[in-house]
């Protein structure tokens, strides 16, 4: 009571006497059931899931129900919360290889509590969480090689390509901020392999996407730089104005890390601004066996990474960086009345398209603090062992077919049974059922016209001993299909 009282006098009201909406009745209760709730979920990441678990029927017609008018139970609720959550589609669990995703490290949902609690907002100055920003975008950078002049956190790769693109739009026409690209014609050069967040990019900064230029690919599904310079060389002739070329630091499709050094030699040439679109692939460029593929990376004039794949934090986390100082102020500066600047220091806001930022990089900082830059280099090499490892024995097995080497850790194939026609219906229908059986996470894809399987390992927790279960699972239920036993989803 004495500490009440004193509260009082310094001018603090108690939480129950401030606001209708009251704390949680029992703050350490709901604590302690969600700190079991993680520790459970922790714990079946730790193994692949012997299949794909679905929701109760209750709790589906809950997930129906009207606007709750009254108050509810908070541990009711969490459980509820927290069992949709246990029967949805996971990218932390060991098998899932379907699609990039996030890896679920621990210190990320830690990092995740603490943001969310401080609800620091980053358009602003916010003290020490300013500071936290700026090294962990230096420890990005020297993590990758590239050298950092300014850069930014975003919501992710569409919005940190879009970033890079802006910057590039302004360099290229300094006025277009103010009078728009008007009747001048202007190009962005990519890979067709390259990511549709690159079209929808250029869409968002106004140039429409018949201004991309598809540059073509090679046998190993990478940018051809020689098709690249003769089309910048043909645009300029005709008068216009060559915007961005954009590399790929590892496609979504295949893994293939575009030529960054012949690139960069024709974006030079030329006086383009080079962006490496690495939301995927560029954590590699640290490791001894992949960093030979990036060689060039420091030429470009920025470059995108989303932490939220390969380095395992949670979403969303994507850093834009910039090799010059400048350029995002440039893009994106601006004084209001509401929002004055000091002097001639920017505010964060003045870097970025986003005014509302959460401090995304601290999830990334601790996981540098905690694991260390060399824990970080050892998990990528084991996920690209992983890749080399099933890509080996998919060449030893004549039922199915290998449709690239991989460069990074991606791995397209086709299981090709000797009794069946129709390989692409086939391979389709195969990934959905895998899909629905839930052992292995996979994705349908289409490589050089063949629809196929498609694998991408970044999950640190996923072991080389179970990368042969993609190829037993993939065995057993295509020749099921093929014998016509029962499917997946009708057990």
Same mark, same amino acid.
């Not at 890896?103 to 916010?126: F, H, K, M, P, R």
């Not at 300013?130 to 993590?143: C, H, P, S, T």
């Not at 390509?161 to 590039?168: C, I, V």
């Given at each position: 009571?004495?500490?009440?009282?004193?509260?009082?006098?310094?001018?603090?009201? @108690?939480?129950?006497?401030?606001?209708?909406?009251?704390? $949680?009745?029992? +703050?350490?209760?709901?604590?302690?059931?969600?700190?079991?709730?993680?520790?459970?979920?922790?714990?079946?990441?730790?193994?692949?899931?012997?299949?794909?678990?679905? #929701?109760?029927?209750?709790?589906?017609?809950? $997930?129906?129900?009207?606007?709750?008018?009254?108050?509810?139970?908070?541990?009711?609720?969490?459980?509820?919360?927290?069992?949709?959550?246990?029967?949805?589609?996971?990218?932390?669990? @060991?098998?899932?290889?379907?699609?990039?995703?996030?890896?679920?490290?621990? !210190?990320?949902?830690?990092?995740?509590?603490?943001?969310?609690?401080?609800?620091?907002?980053?358009?602003?100055?916010?003290?020490?969480?300013?500071? &936290?920003?700026?090294? /962990?975008?230096?420890?990005?950078?020297?993590?990758?090689?590239?050298?950092?002049?300014?850069?930014?956190?975003?919501?992710?790769?569409?919005?940190?390509?879009? %970033?890079?693109?802006?910057?590039?739009?302004?360099?290229?026409?300094?006025?277009?901020?103010?009078?728009?690209?008007?009747?001048?014609? &202007?190009?962005?050069?990519?890979?067709?392999?390259?990511?549709?967040?690159?079209?929808?990019?250029?869409?968002?900064?106004?140039?429409?996407?018949?201004? &991309?230029?598809?540059?073509? %690919?090679?046998?190993?599904?990478?940018? +051809?730089?020689?098709? $690249?310079?003769?089309? !910048?060389?043909?645009? !300029?002739?005709?008068?216009?104005?060559?915007?961005?070329?954009?590399?790929?630091?590892?496609?979504?499709? %295949?893994?293939?890390?575009?030529?960054?050094?012949?690139?960069?030699?024709?974006?030079?040439?030329?006086?383009?601004?080079?962006?490496?679109?690495?939301?995927?692939?560029?954590?590699? /460029?640290?490791?001894?066996?992949?960093?030979?593929?990036?060689?060039? #990376?420091?030429?470009?004039?920025?470059?995108?990474?989303?932490?939220?794949?390969?380095?395992?934090?949670?979403?969303?986390?994507?850093?834009?960086?910039?090799?010059?100082?400048?350029?995002?102020?440039?893009?994106?500066?601006?004084?209001?009345?509401?929002?004055?600047?000091?002097?001639?220091?920017? =505010?964060?806001?003045? #870097?970025?398209?986003?005014?509302?930022?959460?401090?995304?990089?601290?999830?990334?900082? $601790?996981?540098?603090?905690?694991?260390?830059?060399?824990?970080?280099?050892?998990?990528?090499?084991? %996920?690209?062992? =992983?890749?080399?490892?099933?890509?080996?024995?998919?060449?030893?097995?004549?039922?199915?077919?290998?449709?690239?080497?991989?460069?990074?850790?991606?791995?397209?194939?086709?299981?090709?049974?000797?009794?069946?026609?129709?390989?692409?219906?086939? =391979?389709?229908? #195969?990934?959905?059922?895998?899909?629905?059986?839930?052992?292995?996470?996979?994705?349908?894809?289409?490589?050089?016209?063949?629809?196929?399987?498609?694998?991408?390992?970044? =999950?640190?927790?996923?072991?080389?001993?179970?990368?042969?279960?993609?190829?037993?699972?993939?065995?057993?239920?295509?020749?099921?299909?093929?014998?016509?036993?029962?499917?997946?989803?009708?057990?």
């Amino acid at each position: 009571m004495n500490d009440r009282r004193d509260d009082e006098r310094k001018g603090f009201t @108690p939480h129950d006497e401030r606001s209708p909406l009251p704390a $949680l009745a029992d +703050r350490e209760g709901v604590l302690d059931d969600l700190s079991r709730v993680i520790s459970g979920a922790w714990s079946s990441f730790d193994a692949p899931r012997p299949a794909e678990p679905t #929701l109760e029927d209750d709790r589906r017609r809950r $997930l129906e129900g009207d606007l709750p008018e009254d108050a509810g139970d908070a541990e009711e609720a969490l459980s509820d919360a927290a069992r949709i959550l246990d029967a949805s589609v996971s990218p932390s669990r @060991p098998l899932y290889l379907g699609y990039i995703g996030s890896t679920g490290l621990e !210190i990320g949902v830690l990092a995740s509590a603490l943001l969310s609690t401080y609800d620091v907002n980053l358009a602003v100055t916010a003290g020490g969480a300013d500071l &936290v920003e700026d090294q /962990a975008l230096r420890w990005l950078a020297d993590f990758v090689g590239f050298p950092l002049a300014e850069g930014a956190f975003t919501s992710g790769g569409m919005t940190s390509n879009l %970033t890079a693109l802006l910057a590039a739009r302004e360099r290229a026409i300094p006025e277009a901020r103010t009078e728009g690209v008007g009747a001048r014609r &202007v190009a962005i050069y990519t890979s067709e392999e390259s990511h549709h967040s690159i079209v929808r990019a250029v869409e968002v900064c106004g140039v429409g996407s018949r201004s &991309v230029r598809m540059i073509p %690919t090679d046998e190993r599904h990478r940018m +051809r730089p020689d098709a $690249l310079r003769e089309d !910048i060389s043909e645009d !300029i002739s005709e008068g216009i104005i060559p915007v961005a070329v954009v590399a790929t630091g590892g496609t979504t499709l %295949t893994g293939a890390v575009d030529p960054l050094s012949p690139i960069a030699d024709v974006c030079g040439d030329f006086g383009v601004w080079l962006h490496v679109d690495g939301a995927y692939g560029l954590p590699a /460029a640290a490791t001894e066996s992949a960093s030979s593929l990036f060689e060039g #990376l420091g030429r470009a004039d920025s470059a995108t990474l989303d932490a939220h794949k390969w380095l395992g934090v949670q979403k969303s986390c994507s850093a834009v960086l910039m090799r010059e100082p400048g350029r995002l102020r440039a893009a994106f500066g601006h004084e209001e009345r509401y929002m004055l600047h000091e002097g001639d220091v920017a =505010n964060p806001v003045d #870097l970025t398209l986003e005014y509302s930022r959460p401090l995304r990089s601290l999830k990334l900082w $601790l996981a540098f603090r905690v694991h260390g830059a060399a824990k970080y280099r050892e998990w990528i090499e084991k %996920t690209l062992g =992983n890749a080399r490892k099933l890509a080996e024995e998919i060449r030893r097995s004549p039922d199915f077919e290998l449709l690239h080497d991989p460069m990074l850790s991606t791995v397209c194939f086709r299981h090709t049974p000797s009794d069946t026609s129709g390989l692409d219906d086939h =391979n389709l229908r #195969l990934a959905n059922l895998m899909q629905r059986d839930g052992r292995v996470f996979l994705a349908p894809a289409s490589v050089d016209g063949k629809a196929c399987l498609r694998v991408c390992f970044v =999950n640190f927790r996923t072991t080389p001993e179970e990368v042969s279960l993609v190829l037993d699972v993939a065995r057993e239920i295509g020749e099921g299909m093929a014998d016509g036993e029962t499917k997946p989803e009708e057990k």
